[in-house]
C-alpha cells in the first residue's frame, strides 16, 4: 500500500513562497494537484522516478520547481512568486499499477493572502 504525507502548507502573502514536502511510503513518479473552493482538482507538476524529468502547469511553470530526494523517498515543491489564485488544497500522487494517478495524500492547505 502507497502511502503519502503532506507536509509545508501555510498562510502567505502574495510575492512570498513556499515549499512543500510529500514523504512517500517507496520510491515513485510522483505529482502535485490543487484543488480551490468550488472548483475541480488540477494538475500542478510532476517529477519522474529518477528526477530526470519535470512537467508543469503552464500556471505554475517559472514560479514552481517539483524536486526529489530519494534517499529519503520525498519529493518537494518550491513555490516562490505566489498569487492569490495559488490558495487552495495541495495534494501529492502516486500513479497506481495503470499508470494513473491513483494514491492521493490527506493534502495540505496553501492561502495567498493579498
Known amino acids: 500500500q502507497v502511502q503519502l504525507v503532506e507536509s509545508g502548507g501555510g498562510l502567505v502573502q502574495a510575492g512570498g513562497s513556499l515549499r512543500l514536502s510529500c514523504a512517500a511510503s517507496?520510491?515513485?513518479?510522483m505529482g502535485w494537484f490543487r484543488q480551490a473552493p468550488g472548483k475541480e482538482r488540477e494538475f500542478v507538476a510532476a517529477?519522474?522516478?529518477?528526477?530526470?524529468?519535470?512537467y508543469y502547469a503552464d500556471s505554475v511553470k517559472a514560479r514552481f520547481t517539483i524536486s526529489r530526494d530519494n534517499a529519503k523517498n520525498t519529493v518537494y515543491l518550491q513555490m516562490n512568486s505566489l498569487k492569490p489564485e495559488d490558495t487552495a488544497v495541495y495534494y501529492c500522487?502516486?500513479?497506481?499499477?495503470?499508470?494513473?494517478?491513483?494514491?492521493w495524500g490527506q493534502g495540505t492547505q496553501v492561502t495567498v493572502s493579498s
Open positions: 500522487a502516486a500513479p497506481g499499477t495503470t499508470g494513473s494517478w491513483y494514491y
Open positions: 517507496g520510491r515513485y513518479r
Open positions: 517529477i519522474t522516478w529518477s528526477g530526470g524529468s519535470t
